[in-house]
């Protein structure tokens, strides 16, 4: 892809070091990031969403969370329930005074406390004008895990209502650059809870999950030249895989988690190659003169996507994942990078390059139609969210460096900041 330096665009693919850094300042962690929502759908469905806590009870709510999930969404808009109803999962609807209120699905709760100290959290989910109970779970939770349980209530309501998964229990990685260090962080998916993995005086980019969630595979440059990390999340163990002659950028993980994919140039040009995911030799991919980077797998490991400028400009081609010949992909514009498959294979997201600037585009790559998703100037590293319903990238937004989201369509657009400049976004599975 284009990677950037203070998000001015610059070729990635042609000078392949260009670093991208964001992340979080150590002050910042457990802020949670500044959510502006700049887009919504066309129609939003009316849902009411009661306190699960009493009047005066201290801690979370996990009502509070739901909502704030819910309506960040785009889809759906909140209705005011002030006098019907005291918090209790078990209480009986009133569903004529909700009805009257517009409001179509209804969510009630509880929180009770434990004889050990764990939370007791249930809720219940109705539809309104059927008057009929569509979800009802509890869970028994440490006081610290009411948050994250916010979440996964969000995500049921959000499958309930939608028919697709939600995203909210899900994780984001993303750089942060802050007062001149760069730390690569890991967030909830409203940038709560977030925490910087590791930190260095050098730039971080290009970060990426492994299928189960487990490690980050990134490029440090903390040894005076690109090199790529493999990190394991729960024990902080990280390790070289890829430091061979020249740069060592772009890493992908093959869908069973095995091996890498990635960005070399220690026998000629930047080329595709492959290795294990705990290191060893390299096997070459690409062949030829031109500039090969950013793989990225298909969802069933069958096909690589990439960068190349082998047609005189950088496009986005496919090529069998085991290797031979390329087809481009991209035809529209001059200047098309960064690939990503949604999660069922469908769709392509990238970076368009157009007289407006770089822009996040998508394409249905059973039809070859291509859709301009943002009209922003100068955005970067576009990434599927997991149920391949919104698109996180990198922006800019005046002299802010900022994450953001925009649904598949372009309709539902939101933005998330922290302290620091952030690029480099990227969802766990």
């Known amino acids: 892809m284009a990677k950037t330096t203070g998000l001015k665009q610059c070729s990635h693919w042609a000078a392949l070091l260009c670093m991208l850094v964001v992340l979080v300042a150590p002050g910042v962690a457990q802020a949670g990031m500044t959510i502006d929502i700049v887009g919504g759908g066309a129609s939003q469905l009316p849902i009411a969403i009661t306190p699960f806590r009493q009047p005066g009870e201290t801690g979370l ?41 517009k409001a179509d699905a209804l969510v009630v709760g509880q929180v009770g406390t434990l004889p050990d100290g764990r939370l007791d959290i249930r809720f219940r989910l109705y539809d309104v004008v059927r008057q009929s109970q569509l979800a009802g779970f509890s869970y028994a939770v440490a006081p610290a895990k009411a948050r994250a349980i916010g979440h996964k209530i969000a995500d049921i309501v959000y499958e309930k209502l939608i028919g697709v998964p939600g995203n909210f229990s899900g994780r984001i990685a993303f750089v942060l650059k802050h007062q001149g260090r760069y730390e690569l962080q890991v967030a909830d998916a409203d940038g709560y809870n977030n925490v910087a993995i590791m930190r260095s005086p050098e730039p971080v980019i290009s970060p990426v999950w492994s299928p189960d969630g487990s490690r980050l595979a990134y490029v440090s440059f903390e040894r005076k030249k690109p090199v790529v990390f493999v990190q394991d999340l729960a024990s902080g163990r990280r390790k070289a ?105 469908q769709r392509l997201t990238f970076i368009h390059q157009d007289s407006g600037g770089f822009h996040v585009a998508v394409m249905e790559l059973a039809t070859g139609q291509v859709q301009t998703l943002t009209d922003n100037p100068q955005d970067e590293s576009p990434h599927f969210a997991p149920n391949g319903r919104s698109i996180l990238y990198a922006t800019r937004l005046g002299s802010r460096e900022v994450l953001a989201t925009v649904s598949v369509d372009g309709k539902i657009k939101q933005r998330l900041s922290l302290t620091g400049d952030l690029r480099e976004p990227v969802w766990a599975p």
């Open 61 to 101: 709510d996990p009502a509070q969370i739901v909502r704030a999930d819910l309506e960040r969404s785009g889809l759906f808009s909140l209705v005011d329930g002030a006098g019907l109803g005291a918090p209790g999962e078990a209480q009986t609807a009133p569903f004529p005074q909700w009805r009257a209120r």
């Open 241 to 345: 895989v890829a430091n061979f002659r020249g740069s060592n950028s772009a890493p992908a993980w093959s869908p069973d988690g095995k091996k890498l994919v990635l960005a070399l140039s220690k026998d000629a040009s930047s080329q595709i190659y492959r290795i294990d995911a705990e290191g060893g030799s390299a096997e070459r991919l690409t062949k030829g003169g031109a500039l090969d980077t950013e793989p990225a797998f298909s969802p069933d490991g069958n096909w690589l996507y990439f960068t190349s400028d082998r047609g005189g400009s950088p496009q986005i081609y496919r090529m069998r994942s085991a290797g031979g010949a390329a087809s481009r992909v991209t035809f529209d514009g001059a200047y098309n990078v960064s690939p990503n498959l949604s999660p069922d294979g």
